[in-house]
């Protein structure tokens, strides 16, 4: 399982104006040189984003982005699902018809990957814009472990 690079750096700009744009739109250009990332690639990432609501753009001097909400209220999950990622961890499509084994019979260690996935979907919907421009997010884990232990 492999996130691909336009779901890490949706979500490592998402960061960048969380940071960096307060008040004011945050030029894709700065977020770029900033982060190291292709500003045609940005620009392709920010339409996506647009889309599903999680920016808005401002034109003219001055333009730019800035988060559509409460950097709070996004969670990574959403920067995710906005530019088309899947986090799947199962070799098949949940089809009856064609599972992972090609028959029609889930694989042995079918439910193991499924409990993966959700696990790293709960994680993602945990972690919000916030957190990580803070840096205050405990490990998921280490809370998974504390909670377990009380």
Not at 78 to 93: F, L, P, Q, S, Y
Request: proline letters at 2%; a positive charge; aromatic letters at 6%.
């Amino acid at each position: 399982m492999k996130l691909s690079s336009k779901g890490r750096y949706a979500v490592l700009a998402m960061v960048d104006i969380a940071k960096y744009a307060d008040d004011k739109p945050c030029k894709l250009s700065n977020v770029a040189v900033r982060q190291n990332i292709s500003l045609q690639f940005l620009e392709q990432i920010f339409l996506k984003l647009k889309k599903s609501n999680l920016v808005k753009s401002h034109r003219g001097p001055g333009g730019g982005y800035k988060l559509s909400g409460k950097r709070e209220n996004i969670k990574v999950s959403d920067v995710i699902a906005a530019v088309d990622e899947n986090i799947k961890t199962t070799g098949c499509g949940n089809n009856p018809q064609s599972f992972c084994t090609g028959k029609s019979a889930k694989c042995m260690t079918h439910h193991l990957w499924e409990d993966l996935e959700n696990l790293i979907e709960d994680y993602l919907e945990s972690v919000s814009l916030k957190d990580l421009v803070e840096g205050n997010k405990a490990s998921y884990l280490q809370e998974r472990n504390y909670e377990q232990s009380k």
